[in-house]
């Protein structure tokens, strides 16, 4: 073997950003989840800003008692997310979750980790984004079982929301709950569509359904509010980009108020 050349330490030091990149947006995914990361990959990560992901423990079926079981493992998910160095925003990607725990509980967990973060949760940029439009009457659609559904209401409802419909498809497993297909979305809008309603809310992060957001928009001539597209649009504003970009929906030519 020809003899290795010597290794010579360079004494200059090169330059170094403050930040590989400017902004850092963390993400908490369940362990089972095939499209939050996806959906903020593709509408929050760019060459200015990171999306930075730790998944967490988390067993089907999709129910209030299975739910409930993720909150002790928030805080050691959010330290996981780039030790020791601060970020802009943390998203905890559970819709249902999060009305389950609730929306305090979860910042304080993820501040345990990440002193002073500002934490989204999917309901709570839900209920930003229909702020945004200056709605309070709607209808909801979620993939889940009634049982699942039902804090789901409370929440809205807590929040002076009228809910004029709820409807839910019934699903347990949350890795079918993505399977299901945009197109089929946009036909399940249509038909939960209230006619008094003024915008859809459309519940769960496993849901493609960010994907369908202008197809329901046109079916049903309202502005349409999903988990990931709502959560990613709340992170991009928390990270001081007002860019509009309509083609993710209404909601993105609106400003974080």
């Known amino acids: 073997m020809k003899a290795l050349p010597d290794i010579r330490l360079e004494t200059a030091r090169p330059t170094l950003d403050a930040r590989p990149l400017e902004k850092r947006v963390g993400l908490i995914a369940l362990a089972t989840d095939h499209t939050s990361e996806v959906d903020f ?3 929050v990560a760019s060459e ?3 999306v930075y992901v730790a998944r967490i423990p988390y067993a089907n ?10 909150q002790p493992s928030l805080s050691a998910g959010a330290a996981l997310i780039l030790p020791d160095e601060q970020l802009d925003a943390v998203c905890y990607s559970c819709t249902s979750a999060s009305v389950v725990i609730g929306d305090a509980e979860i910042e304080a ?15 709570m940029a839900g209920m930003r984004g229909l702020n945004a439009f200056g709605v309070k ?34 699903f347990e497993d949350d890795r079918e709950m993505a399977r299901i297909t945009p197109a089929s979305l946009v036909e399940m809008a249509r038909k939960a569509m209230h006619p008094q309603a003024d915008a859809l809310f459309v519940s769960c992060t496993a849901l493609r359904a960010a ?6 928009e046109e079916a049903i ?34 400003l974080l108020a």
């Open 41 to 43: 990959r593709r509408m």
């Open 137 to 170: 009457r709607i209808s909801i659609l979620t993939p889940y079982t009634v049982e699942t559904s039902r804090p789901m209401a409370a929440y809205f409802a807590a929040h002076g929301f009228d809910i004029q419909s709820f409807t839910c498809l019934g």
């Open 48 to 50: 200015r800003i990171g």
């Open 61 to 70: 079926p999709t129910t209030p008692e299975n739910l409930r079981k993720m």
């Open 211 to 216: 994907l369908a957001v202008p197809g329901m």
């Open 109 to 123: 967990a993820i501040q345990a980790a990440k002193p002073g973060v500002p934490v989204v949760t999917p309901p």
């Open 221 to 254: 001539g309202r502005p349409v509010v999903t988990s990931n597209q709502a959560s990613a649009w709340n992170c991009l504003r928390l990270c001081g980009d007002d860019t509009p970009r309509p083609e993710f929906g209404r909601l993105w030519t609106k």
